[in-house]
């Protein structure tokens, strides 16, 4: 098992930056990938943003290329995503996942989910 827990959201002002968190502990050693997704109010969960967990292959959705950074720190099991100048539509519950397989996108494919964190965008 794989446990997941996501830090970091909040009230931003639009134009704003936040850095969100994920540690991962239990049997990371499964883990292949590692994915950030969101959901809005009254929208279905969509993909953000992904991280091969040992190395530095990324990948991120077409809505948020150029503005959204996904990294990790191996060492501590830590995926972080940031996310510069904020939008009002950038508001949302984030959620971290972990793959064992599978595609990066698709939600589908993730075993683990964190809780997820809130971020709220003002304009």
């Known amino acids: 098992q794989v446990q997941l827990v996501e830090s970091g959201g909040g009230l931003v002002q639009a134009g704003g930056s936040l850095r969100l968190s994920c540690a991962a502990s239990?049997?990371?050693?499964?883990?292949?990938?590692m994915g950030w997704f969101r959901q809005a109010p009254g929208k279905e969960r969509e993909f953000v943003s992904a991280?091969?967990?040992?190395?530095?292959?990324?990948e991120y959705s077409d809505s948020v290329q150029g503005r959204f950074t996904v990294s990790g720190d191996d060492a501590r099991d830590t995926i972080y995503l940031r996310i510069d100048r904020l939008k009002p539509e950038d508001t949302a519950v984030y959620y971290c996942?972990?793959?064992?397989?599978?595609?990066?996108?698709?939600?589908?494919?993730?075993?683990?989910w964190g809780q997820g964190t809130q971020v709220t965008v003002s304009s």
């Open positions: 996942a972990a793959a064992i397989r599978g595609t990066w996108s698709r939600s589908n494919d993730y075993d683990y």
């Open positions: 239990g049997n990371t050693f499964s883990i292949d990938h």
């Open positions: 991280i091969l967990r040992t190395g530095g292959i990324t």
